[in-house]
């Protein structure tokens, strides 16, 4: 198959969807539904249109564009990823899967393909967790993984609701409706820069991902007095800043006990209020990422976590309330996946890298609707979630031809 991937184009696109944000170029903050969100989505339907594609969207605007295959009775086969993204990051992050899918979907019938599944592209909503804190929404959505009352629970920095959201981004359906049926798609493959070191330590161009590992966030809410920062003498404080410092402390002793280089900790996000230097802390927010390869072993760091919060709060006679925001398996892609890639990865010459992914992506509940995997491009330096993330050109263009060469294969 002479496949030819029309890298400028995929250049000009990604380069073109990096200026629809609410940060300058290069840098990219693109938050669920926020008008740049809604501008970019518009944009990509224009792309999808131009390219014939069979275009629907969900009741969260999960978008879903389809190459009719010869046989419209058999299970597509999907590919995809997301293009929100959070504030001050990169402009390759989830867009690689998304345009680089469409030129994948391009440039088959441009190399005399005709498959008999149809190839679904998927354009998920919401994989970053920055407005409602859960990350992968849509996607969870798709899978059937969250309830009603979970759903109900989510609340963004404004206090809306998912439904009020969507409803102001003028989706309609109900959240139910968004699930998809057994047997759907044949399988899935996500295209996705490596946003780790490792493709471009061992100079490999491809890697294929085996495993996702195992999210999980928790939200620390500590409240003392506060008052005022020069009248209010040291014992009578009971300052929650402090026990937030002693907690940000046990989540790295907690991550660094397991002894695995597979579990890793940080607290991401850290609000004070009043938030004012002359006033003592009233309320402090944190929360925590945890993740390993291994489930059990990621929630035993979370217990170890939990418990030195409780008792960093009772020590210092402060307020503590905590919640669980997610806890997720971690996902095993399916060989027969792995397998269609590193085939695709040898019909053009690639060598293929089996890897782990550290990072969470739509594919870690994919994995949960049919056969899943994904394939890896370098990260310049392992950046990424930053302005200067950054994947070459034709780097990008070698996961393509995989991908192409992956989705003609699954899709017979
Ligand atoms: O956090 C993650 O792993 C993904 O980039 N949202
Ligand atoms: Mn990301
Ligand atoms: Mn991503």
């Known amino acids: ?29 693109r938050v669920l539904f926020s008008s740049v969100d809604l501008r970019a989505r518009e944009w990509l339907k224009l792309l999808y249109a131009d390219a014939g594609l069979v275009v629907r969207e969900d009741a969260v605007s999960n978008t879903f564009a389809r190459w009719p295959g010869t046989d419209p009775a058999a299970a597509p086969v999907a590919t995809g990823s997301h293009i929100d993204a959070i ?24 190399a005399g393909r005709r498959p008999r599944r149809s190839i679904e592209l998927v354009m998920f909503t919401a994989e970053e967790p920055t407005r409602f804190g859960l990350g992968c929404l849509g996607s969870r959505l798709m899978a059937g993984t969250l309830n009603r009352q979970k759903i109900a629970s989510l609340r963004d920095p404004q206090g809306l609701s998912v439904d009020d959201v969507c409803a102001q981004a003028y989706m309609h359906g109900t959240l139910e409706s968004t699930r998809l049926t057994p047997g759907c798609y044949d399988s899935f493959v996500e295209l996705h820069i490596e946003q780790g070191p490792l493709l471009e330590l061992k100079q490999m161009p491809i890697g294929v991902v085996t495993a996702i590992a195992a999210p999980a966030a928790l939200r620390i809410d500590l409240s003392g007095p506060g008052g005022h920062a020069g009248t209010v003498l040291m014992p009578d404080r009971h300052d929650p800043s402090l026990a937030a410092a002693e907690i940000m402390q046990a989540v ?86 792995v397998t269609a890639v590193e085939q695709a990865s040898a019909a053009v010459g690639l060598p293929c890298q089996r890897m782990i992914s550290r990072a969470y992506h739509d594919s870690l509940f994919m994995a949960q609707v049919c056969p899943t995997a994904m394939i890896f491009v370098p990260s310049k330096d392992g950046i990424s979630h930053r302005p200067d993330e950054y994947t070459a050109p034709d780097e990008i263009a070698q996961g393509v031809r995989v991908l192409a060469g992956a989705l003609d294969l699954l899709a017979g």
């Open 87 to 110: 504030p001050n990051a990169g402009r390759f992050d989830g867009v690689v899967g998304v345009l680089g899918g469409l030129e994948a979907i391009r440039a088959l019938p441009r």
């Open 252 to 337: 790295e002793r907690a991550a660094l006990a397991t002894q695995s280089r597979d579990t890793v900790a940080t607290c991401g996000l850290v609000q004070v209020l009043p938030g004012a230097v002359n006033s003592i802390p009233r309320e402090v927010r944190l929360e925590i990422d945890v993740r390993d390869i291994d489930g059990a072993r990621r929630d035993g760091v979370l217990v170890a976590i939990r418990a030195a919060a409780k008792a960093s709060a009772e020590r210092r006679g402060c307020g503590f309330k905590e919640q669980l925001i997610n806890a997720d398996p971690p996902a095993t892609c399916a060989p027969h996946i």
């Open 1 to 29: 198959m002479s496949l030819s991937i029309d890298t400028k184009r995929l250049t000009d696109e990604i380069e073109y969807l990096a200026h629809i944000s609410d940060t300058p170029y290069p840098s990219v903050t």
